[in-house]
């Protein structure tokens, strides 16, 4: 199954965002060039690319200050590594 580099999830949130470089390890609350809307359209996007990943909004459930990228990046391997209920 693909799965996307933390890396690639930043480029994609400097995609959306207009973000000239996203530091995987800031936390998302503090980079001024990213929103809430911002994260909400990648996701939309993440979920188009990656339809084999059942990413939601909750990869942003409990966001504080030290959520980062790379906690988003861990959220949805933990998602492909769950069994498949629809097995």
Known sequence: ????????LAAQLE????AESIDVDAALQKLSDVDSLDLMEWLYNFQSAYPHIPADESLFSDMDDTTTLRTVHGRIVELVAQPSAQS
Do not use: N, R
């Not at 199954?1 to 690639?8: A, G, I, N, R, S």
């Not at 995609?15 to 207009?18: E, F, K, L, P, R």
């Open 1 to 8: 199954m693909e799965l996307p580099t933390v890396e690639d």
């Open 15 to 18: 995609d959306v965002s207009g």
